[in-house]
């Protein structure tokens, strides 16, 4: 029997757009497997969305309001009707909200605490990846190197320890979005403004001209599922553009021509990182290559379009990653504590 999934989209984010987009694409993707659509407005309002309707205007127009309004249950979605409401068959869900919502552990708790199976990072996942500050803290926790950098915080004063050239980047944003390589400092304040529109906390690191950038996706399914290693063509660094307006190439990229060594050193950068705190999930790290040393840039939870286009067999690396999801414990609740109170008291009820 096919597998089944749902596609969770949209969300309260600065990214919800992408991810409307990026669900479009999936869809395409996995043309063939039995596929539902959940759209979450920005009102984090659920809609159960048909197939035939699965186009950008639908989302921009507001016409997915005329859609069947979706509520939760333990177990999953439901719609209400005049008897009742009913249970809406989902299959697994796959966390496509990228941003807010979607990365920062809002979703990931809703769905574990009402026991719907999904694909996509759990809240401690979340934590080490939505933060870009936290991301450098784990990644040194588990031996991946990362580039020096330094955090500014609003109403602070922007003390630069590094030499110019610089990037800034807001902490809880992916997407490029609010990111700016600065030269001198005459650019700081502008490019300083223009993240703080976007967060309370800006990351600061030194910018490596010429540097290599490299991507890595996979997975953990009982063994290891590894994209290829792909070197995307770009300028300075892959802006928003460059990452979200190109979601429909036909081509699939090369794999990028490594040493072997530099390549397994890249993979075992990503075991470290994935680890046992992105169970259940399809992430995406980009790497810089400085020296022949594999440096950590940061790490996608969520990538665009889920990074299909990287693996030779996208449709089974999910559907290996749905029959390995992590189980929840299940504690057992019998008020042995409270009952031995009660009698202690004589009051046993």
Request: with cysteine; aromatic share 12%.
């Amino acid at each position: 029997m096919s597998q089944q999934y749902t596609i969770l989209f949209g969300g309260s984010s600065f990214e919800h757009e992408i991810s409307v987009v990026s669900a479009i694409t999936l869809k395409k993707v996995l043309e063939g497997k039995q596929l539902g659509f959940i759209f979450v407005s920005a009102d984090r309002e659920f809609y159960k969305i048909p197939a035939d309707k699965m186009k950008s205007n639908h989302f921009s127009s507001g016409a997915y309001k005329k859609d069947a309004k979706l509520g939760l249950a333990n177990g999953g979605f439901t719609t209400s009707g005049l008897f009742g409401s009913k249970r809406v068959d989902t299959g697994t869900i796959i966390n496509l909200i990228h941003g807010g919502d979607g990365e920062d552990g809002k979703i990931a708790g809703m769905l574990t605490f009402y026991k719907i199976p999904f694909i996509g990072p759990r809240l401690e996942a979340c934590a080490v990846s939505f933060n870009k500050e936290l991301t450098k803290m784990y990644a040194q926790a588990v031996g991946v190197k990362m580039l020096d950098y330094q955090v500014i915080r609003r109403g602070e004063e922007a003390s630069i320890r590094f030499d110019f050239p610089i990037i800034l980047k807001p902490a809880r944003l992916g997407s490029s979005i609010g990111v700016s390589i600065v030269k001198e400092a005459s650019e700081l304040d502008y490019a300083l403004d223009v993240a703080f529109e976007f967060d309370t906390d800006i990351v600061v690191e030194p910018f490596v001209a010429g540097v290599h950038e490299y991507n890595l996706a996979g997975c953990f399914t009982g063994e290891w599922n590894y994209s290829i290693i792909e070197n995307p063509q770009k300028e300075e660094f892959l802006d928003f553009d460059k990452k979200y307006l190109d979601f429909n190439r036909s081509e699939k990229p090369q794999d990028a021509d490594l040493p072997e060594k530099t390549a397994e050193a890249m993979r075992d950068a990503f075991r470290k990182i994935y680890g046992t705190r992105f169970a259940g999930s399809l992430i995406r790290c980009d790497f810089f290559v400085i020296d022949d040393e594999v440096y950590l840039n940061e790490i996608n939870p969520i990538p665009g379009s889920m990074a299909n286009y990287l693996f030779a067999d996208f449709t089974a690396t999910m559907d290996a990653l749905s029959r390995s999801l992590p189980k929840e414990q299940h504690i057992h609740i019998d008020y042995l504590y409270i009952n031995k109170i009660q009698s202690s008291k004589g009051k046993v009820r």
